[in-house]
């Protein structure tokens, strides 16, 4: 890290930054050393894997956990990576809940045939954060109520106090 930590902190200091945000865990890691002696606050945030450890990088995990314990503010997508960062000791109090989303009102409705597609990435389940789908699907369904949404593996995609109404059919 000879010359990094020079490089780095001179470019925030001509841009006059108060803050800097890590977008990613394991950069954060590996930016450790930096943030230990930059004067000024960092935040965090994770998406997922980069709390999973890496056999393949000696130390990481120990990184990881001091990162955690130091850093003011980390953000994450669920919360079930806010129960494995505070496994790993990042404090409760210093954890915030920055969910994805997507803009809806960016996208003007249009007319079209479509499939809600499942799949390992896609499940829509409440506590991984995915509100903003319900209400897309609220949408179609005030959009469109004639209309019914199926689930190739013959499972409800959305519950009906999700906004669907009650009208998911099940496809096999």
């Not at 190739?152 to 109404?165: K, L, M, P, T």
Request: charge should be positive.
């Amino acid at each position: 890290y000879r010359g990094e930590y020079g490089v780095l902190a001179n470019l925030l200091e001509r841009r006059g930054a108060d803050l800097m945000h890590v977008y990613f865990g394991h950069t954060g890691v590996h930016l450790l050393p930096f943030m230990k002696r930059w004067s000024k606050p960092t935040v965090v945030s994770f998406h997922g894997m980069d709390i999973q450890p890496r056999e393949d990088k000696p130390g990481y995990l120990d990184g990881l956990k001091e990162l955690l314990r130091t850093v003011p503010l980390a953000m994450g997508r669920s919360l079930s990576l806010k129960a494995g960062m505070l496994a790993l000791g990042l404090p409760e109090e210093r954890f915030r809940l920055n969910r994805t989303g997507i803009p809806l009102d960016n996208f003007p409705f249009t007319e079209r045939e479509f499939r809600l597609a499942t799949g390992p990435g896609l499940s829509a389940d409440r506590e991984k954060g995915h509100r903003c789908r319900f209400e897309g699907v609220r949408r179609f369904q005030l959009r469109a109520p004639e209309r019914a949404l199926h689930d190739r593996r013959g499972r409800a995609v959305v519950r009906a106090d999700a906004g669907a109404g009650g009208r998911i059919r099940n496809r096999r």
